[in-house]
């Protein structure tokens, strides 16, 4: 199995901008999660799905974020409008049980 | 509820010997507990988990941990370290849903 795709690995965009990130998870689990990572704040949990249905979705920071899962094989972060203060590296992760398995991150930067 | 504690923001040891990266819980009930580890610009790998049975558990890259009530404790340990240790290793609460990061120990093995 190839892991947990994400896409892009690097996105730089300008304040203001609509950006998407976009994650497959392994097949076969039937949760998906999405975290951000900050040096300020460390890791966060914005959302999780299960069985592609968003159950907890307290993290996400505000009304400018917003996810889904339209199948089980695909999920999209997408943050409109786009600021500074979200510049962080975006993790996708999947799992099945107990244990996660992480994507390799999509690093974003709004200047 | 569940918490940890890692008293330790970094560890430093010399290659080849053993290692330790310390863990305190504070649970009600049965812990669920992993440890993570972050490899420089990559995203987070399971490396083992305590759920029932055994109090010693064995997981990747040669790393165990010990689950001791008495002592509340989940300590992460190798027997001989490798410079490639080197990373930031996460003790975790959680369950099948979520699981919940600290900002983790910062582990640097010198050759």
């Known amino acids: 199995d190839a892991g947990v795709i994400q896409s892009p690995r690097h996105e730089v965009t300008e304040m203001g901008q609509e950006v998407t990130l976009r994650c497959k998870p392994i097949?076969?689990?039937?949760?998906l999660f999405w975290y951000r990572q900050t040096m300020m704040r460390g890791l966060e949990l914005l959302i999780y799905?299960?069985?592609?249905?968003?159950?907890?979705d307290s993290g996400m920071p505000e009304d400018r974020f917003s996810a889904k899962m339209p199948n089980a094989s695909f999920s999209t972060l997408k943050i409109q409008p786009s600021e500074p203060r979200d510049s962080a590296v975006y993790f996708c992760a999947s799992g099945r049980g107990y244990e996660q398995y992480f994507g390799p991150g999509t690093r974003l930067t709004v200047t | 509820a569940q918490s940890v504690a890692q008293p330790e923001d970094q560890v430093n040891v010399a290659e080849g010997n053993p290692l330790t990266v310390k863990c305190t819980y504070s649970?009600?009930?049965?812990?669920?507990l992993f440890w993570y580890v972050q490899y420089p610009n990559r995203g987070l790998q399971f490396l083992l988990k305590y759920i029932t049975g055994d109090n010693l558990v064995k997981g990747s890259y040669g790393f165990e941990a010990e689950f001791n009530k008495s002592q509340t404790s989940f300590h992460l340990k190798k027997p001989s370290a490798l410079v490639s240790d080197s990373a930031l290793y996460f003790c975790v609460p959680g369950s099948a849903r979520q699981l919940t990061f600290g900002s983790g120990t910062q582990l640097t093995v010198l050759p």
């Open positions: 799905f299960n069985n592609n249905v968003p159950i907890d």
């Open positions: 649970v009600s009930g049965n812990p669920y």
């Open positions: 097949s076969g689990h039937n949760s």
